[in-house]
């Protein structure tokens, strides 16, 4: 197993998955005070996630699957008890860790599993409670969301890592919709990143929206 678990120097909200990737700036709200340097961030990153996104397809599913067993192994320890908690998954995309075995044994130990929900652009997301069995529909880029389900702040929320840096820093899709969700938050959550190695980058070159997460758990596709 690769050494799979980087603590980042520094720890706050964090800036998890989203899945309208590749939005104009003005979908996003942000006020940069470097205008010039946050467009070529912005089309470094455009690059870099086109490029990431790639290569995550072109590895073979066995190994993905496998590495995605590793790191939900990974997440218990880090994790613990789970009942009465709430955590916050994902449905995975673009050959993203399937972790959706990990959150059913979530849901067998007691806790409770909630999906984020796209509502509208520059607006927070909403996680809403799922579990095996009940109904799901399609959301942004028909990705499955809860029908129904009750609105809730998880307690622990996992994201899906485009591209990292050692510093904490995630490159997702661009649509900065997790910043939002976290920030208006009552209470902070646990936040891990999850990722393969393939994804690990000198620097994301962050910017003042940036927030690292917590805590990384990284998997080297290649190990058997």
Known sequence: MADNTDKPASAGYASPPCFMHELDADYLGFQPSDPQAAID????????????????????????????????????????????????????????????????????????????IVVAKGKPLVFRTWKNG????????????????????????????VGFDAAGYRLGYGGGFYDRTLAAMPAKPLTIGVGFELGRLPTIFPQWHDIPMDTLVIEDLSAG
């Open 134 to 161: 009940e109904k799901l529909e399609k959301g942004v880029w028909n990705i499955p969301i809860p029908a129904g389900g009750e609105e809730v702040f998880p307690d622990i929320v996992v994201s899906p890592l």
């Open 41 to 116: 961030v912005a089309r470094w990153r455009k690059a870099e996630r086109a490029r990431l996104i790639d290569a995550r397809m072109a590895t073979p599913a066995d190994a993905r699957t496998a590495a995605g067993k590793r790191i939900a192994t990974r997440l218990d320890e880090i994790v613990g008890d789970v009942a009465g908690r709430t955590v916050g998954i994902y449905w995975p995309f673009r050959a993203e860790p399937d972790l959706r075995e990990w959150g059913a044994s979530i849901v067998a130990r007691g806790g409770r599993l909630a999906l984020p």
